[in-house]
């Protein structure tokens, strides 16, 4: 069991940091001429990153900004409640309210990686003509998958 909980707080913390990663880094599209990139703050070129996204005042990308960072808070509230709840409840309640937490953190990082893919990945509005996914928007769905996995997990091993 220790095994077990040790396992699946590596895993956790794995998923806050590749959040954390996924949110920053503007390498969400890439250009297939390896110009620059884009990510959900700014566009980078060879010269440089700037403040010259295209889409850059559009609701959706706004909406998938707070719903990243939505997901990073809601990770790292699972997570400090993952902690404070292995040492402090009885075993029957143990970690039902970290995977929930973390579960609604799931569905941030569904609605915010949703929201970019049908309106920015492969539509007219990206900056260069051929490109590919970038490492953010392929961490972005691991990360979907991980906290999905973890929380579930967490609901399961409240009743051991």
Same mark, same amino acid.
């Given at each position: 069991m220790l095994v077990l909980l040790a396992s699946i707080f590596v895993v956790h913390i794995a998923t806050v940091i590749m959040l954390f990663v996924s949110t920053i880094a503007n390498v969400w599209v890439v250009s297939d001429s390896g110009a620059g990139s884009v990510g959900l703050w700014k566009n980078c070129t060879i010269g440089g990153c700037g403040d010259n996204l295209s889409y850059a005042g559009e609701d959706a990308l706004k909406a998938v900004q707070a719903f990243m960072i939505l997901s990073i808070i809601f990770s790292v509230i699972s997570l400090m409640v993952f902690v404070f709840q292995l040492f402090t409840m009885e075993k029957g309640?143990? /970690? /039902?309210?970290?995977?929930?937490? +973390? +579960?609604?953190c799931w569905l941030c990082v569904m609605v915010g990686a949703s929201i970019y893919t049908h309106h920015y990945a492969n539509s007219s509005k990206n900056d260069y003509e051929k490109s590919h996914h970038g490492y953010s928007f392929i961490l972005t769905w691991i990360c979907f998958c991980f906290s999905f996995i973890v929380g579930i997990l967490y609901l399961v091993l409240r009743k051991k």
């Open positions: 309640n143990r /970690f /039902f309210l970290s995977g929930a937490t +973390l +579960l609604v």
